[in-house]
């Protein structure tokens, strides 16, 4: 049996490497000293491209979340150990050749990160500081995890709140289309027992190849005849991954409920056309257009929960970018998922 005697045999540079964390090695000036394995892994990097950079060059940021990062680092190599929790810092995205990928506008792309770093300062026998060690665990998919969490729960109250507002809007509807009662009520039934469905919808579990069409038409048949002319569907055959699915329900059930309130589908004379496509090898374009709107639709606008779902959420969830548009008789909802991981 052969014994390694930290003396003599341990090669620690090796030891370093291979360490099952992501560590960073940073001198007084900032620069990259080296990093371990899953380190290199987690930001997508090799070492030869990392090693004698100024940090901040090698992993730009602005604003705050530069200024964050900057003064931990500055306390660490004065000597305190700090630790910064679940914080976001970008990643500049790169190539197989470790070069920056552009956008359409030739500007670098970036992905959202989040983190829980921890500051470590490495010190002489004699107490001088020669370098700071970070161990950077990347937590994204449990802060998505938790604002998915946070945003059901909230969504499914805020529900609970509008439900009777939506019963009563469709017994409008319902009434102003049945022959007599026993008409009324069989069309009534049929659609309070669909809204009932899509309560359920977002807790469900059968979202295996899920596709953008099943959600819009199921979302949308709960409440309306979609053989008519007020409603047009068009796009193509898009399957989505379970919280892919998840997520543009949430989209389209804000929609849709705000549209039966406030927008095209609160009276016969108004119109919404819903349009997907394909985007780039694995992305799409989702378009929510209404039309024929009586008055600009202030309550759709305000920075309620709904805008929080639509601006904040469901972008960040579906790394995209979405945007609402008003006119004086018009509104649309635009959402853009550049790249996203196909399901098999």
Known sequence: MTVIRPTDDLKYDLLFKNLP???????QDMRIVTATGRYLATV??????????????AFPE?????????????????????TL?????????????????????????????????????????????????????????????ETLKDAIAAELQHRVGNILGL?????????????????????????????????????????????????????????????GDQIT?????????????????LAIHELTTNSVKYGALK???????????????????LEWREGGLTGTPTTTGTRGFGSLILDDIVPMQLQAKARRDFGQSTFLYHLSVPERSVPA
């Open 233 to 249: 569907l068009v796009g193509a055959d898009i399957a989505l991954n379970p919280n892919e699915a998840q997520i543009l329900t």
């Open 21 to 27: 964390a992501p560590c960073l090695v940073l001198d």
């Open 267 to 285: 009276t016969p004379g108004g119109r919404l056309n819903v349009q997907w496509s394909r985007l780039g090898p694995t992305g799409y374009d």
């Open 44 to 57: 997508e990097r090799t070492l030869d491209d990392l090693v004698g950079q100024y940090v901040f060059d």
């Open 167 to 227: 019963v009563s809007v469709i017994a409008r509807r319902t009434a102003g289309t049945s022959d007599n009662l026993t008409d009324f009520l069989t069309k009534f039934d049929g659609r309070v027992q669909a809204l009932s469905r899509t309560h359920s919808y977002l807790t469900g579990t059968n979202w295996n190849r899920m596709t953008i069409e099943k959600i819009v038409s199921r979302q949308l048949s709960d409440y309306f005849e979609l053989d």
């Open 62 to 82: 602005t604003g705050e979340r530069l200024e964050r990062f900057q003064d931990a680092f500055r306390r660490a190599l004065n000597g305190e150990e700090n």
């Open 85 to 145: 929790v679940k914080v976001p810092y970008s990643l500049p995205v790169v190539d197989a050749d470790g070069h920056p990928v552009l956008d359409a506008d030739g500007r670098e792309k970036t992905r959202e990160v989040w983190w829980t770093c921890h500051h470590t300062p490495v010190k002489d026998s004699d107490g001088t500081v020669l370098c700071m060690i970070q161990n950077a665990q990347d937590i994204t998919q449990q802060v998505k995890a």
